[in-house]
């Protein structure tokens, strides 16, 4: 399977404590999107990465959040403190944009996180 | 923050219906995307149409899009229940960043 795929595709953790998700992308996509998805709404855009370079962050990102893209491969999205708020699901998405072209993103399963 | 917003929210057809659900957005495009999305899943991506088409084909699927109302539509004919899943609309607004906006989504339910 060369999709998208995302580790763990659920996480259970206690407020307070820190998780962590990995997102491996299509190889070769050099663009990567992190999405939070709450019940019953659309995905939300939170941060992107060209290569390895994390170019934008939404305001939803707060200081809680960091995510990493080493090498321009797999990315990493780390929550600090969890806050029962931040229970949704996380999804990864790649692309292989090229400047100035729009292409489509294919996302992952998404990981579930339930913060108790 | 949501692009815009999905009309119906929900809708239940019989198969063998028709199926079509409108999303509006707020902001100029590149182009806007149509997703679907299976009860706890990832989303799949079902049609890109750009901001200088009007119409569009896949399969079962016709999209239509209206820059100067900033609406477009998905229609789905000959329904199958395999087609019941929430469907969202998502638009490109920037030309760099590549982010999709997320319409909140219709729910579709296809009976047999």
């Known amino acids: 399977d060369t999709g998208v795929s995302q580790n763990p595709r659920h996480k259970i953790t206690k407020r307070g404590q820190n998780v962590t998700f990995r997102c491996d992308p299509i190889s070769e996509h050099n663009r990567l999107y992190w999405y939070r998805q709450t019940l019953g709404q659309g995905p939300e855009f939170l941060t992107y990465?060209?290569?390895?370079?994390?170019?934008?962050k939404s305001r939803l990102l707060s200081d809680r959040f960091s995510a990493e893209r080493p090498k321009g491969s797999f990315s990493t999205l780390e929550i600090q403190r969890t806050e029962q708020g931040d229970s949704a699901m996380y999804l990864c998405?790649?692309?292989?944009?090229?400047?100035?072209?729009?292409?489509?993103?294919?996302f992952g399963p998404g990981t579930r996180l339930t913060v108790l | 923050s949501q692009q815009g917003e999905e009309d119906p929210q929900a809708l239940s057809i019989q198969e063998g219906e028709n199926a079509t659900m409108n999303c509006s957005y707020k902001t100029s495009i590149n182009n806007l995307q149509w997703y679907r999305q299976n009860s706890g899943r990832g989303l799949v991506h079902l049609i890109l149409?750009?901001?200088?088409?009007r119409e569009k084909h896949s399969g079962r699927l016709r999209v239509t899009l209206d820059t100067s109302k900033k609406s477009s539509s998905l229609l789905i004919t000959a329904s199958r229940a395999a087609d019941t899943a929430s469907y969202f609309c998502?638009?490109?607004?920037?030309?760099?960043?590549?982010?999709?906006?997320f319409g909140q989504g219709t729910t579709l339910q296809v009976k047999p």
């Open positions: 149409i750009r901001s200088n088409e």
């Open positions: 998405a790649s692309s292989p944009r090229s400047s100035g072209r729009a292409d489509t993103q294919y």
């Open positions: 990465f060209q290569n390895e370079a994390q170019l934008e």
């Open positions: 998502a638009t490109d607004a920037t030309s760099n960043t590549g982010k999709l906006i």
